[in-house]
Antibody, heavy 121, light 113 residues
């Protein structure tokens, strides 16, 4: 059974940093692309990063480029999102999501339950 | 960026009746080399992560009831629930995975009339 579980959320001050983790099980992690998707309170879904399962290429929207870094540790079956220079508008539930295959050009069939990040002084 | 626009923003339908949600992309999400539309539909209930319903615009995910169907091609897509059940109350999102950044529609809130 595919399982994804995020952790690392919490309260952080504006300008601060936070690292999210997503522990996975039930599939060969190294073979699959993964993404992070966030949802601000009461708002819609926003994709924030992806990493391929083949060569580890990474992708970001302009809203987080240069501030967020996605990475993976295939030996630990864990996906990460390093977030820096955090802003109030980064406040959201962050979900990790599994792609169809090694390419990031995929729908998201599996999602974790999410972890809440609150950026506030 | 490809902008995804859903209509309506909210919808109230009687139990057993048909619900239709539309999604329009600002550019085509049909990949000509494989003739696939890179379009998915998700259902999200309060306090839960999104759940995949439909991918490639019209392929139902395993375990999804057959009252859910997807149609359309190019830039115009539709999610249809043929006979609304109480458990279908949720927010529905379309998503394109044709181009980075991957983008979602703003969501359509479905309620019981």
């Amino acid at each position: 059974e595919v399982q994804l579980l995020e952790s690392g959320g919490g309260l952080v001050q504006p300008g601060g940093s936070l690292r999210l983790s997503c522990a996975v099980s039930g599939f060969t992690f190294s073979s699959y692309a993964m993404s992070w998707v966030r949802q601000a309170p009461g708002k819609g879904l926003e994709w924030v990063s992806a990493i391929s399962g083949s060569d580890g290429s990474t992708y970001y929207p302009d809203s987080v480029k240069g501030r967020f870094t996605i990475s993976r540790d295939n030996s630990k079956n864990t996906l990460y999102l390093q977030m820096s220079s955090l802003r109030a508008e980064d406040t959201a539930v962050y979900y990790c999501a599994k792609a169809l295959g090694s390419s990031t050009y995929s729908y998201f069939a599996y999602w974790g339950p999410g972890t809440l990040v609150t950026v506030s002084s | 960026d490809i902008v995804m626009t859903q209509s309506p923003d909210s919808l109230a339908v009687s139990l057993g009746e048909r619900a239709t949600i539309n999604c329009k992309s600002s550019q085509s999400v049909l990949y000509s080399s494989n003739n696939k539309n890179y379009l998915g539909w998700y259902q999200q209930k309060p306090g839960q992560p999104p759940k995949l319903l439909i991918f490639w615009a019209s392929t139902r995910e395993s375990g999804v009831p057959d009252r859910f169907s997807g149609s359309g091609s190019g830039t115009d897509f539709t999610l249809t629930i043929s006979s609304l059940q109480a458990e279908d109350v949720a927010v529905y999102y379309c998503q394109q995975y044709y181009n980075i950044p991957y983008t979602f529609g703003q969501g359509t809130k479905l309620e019981i009339k």
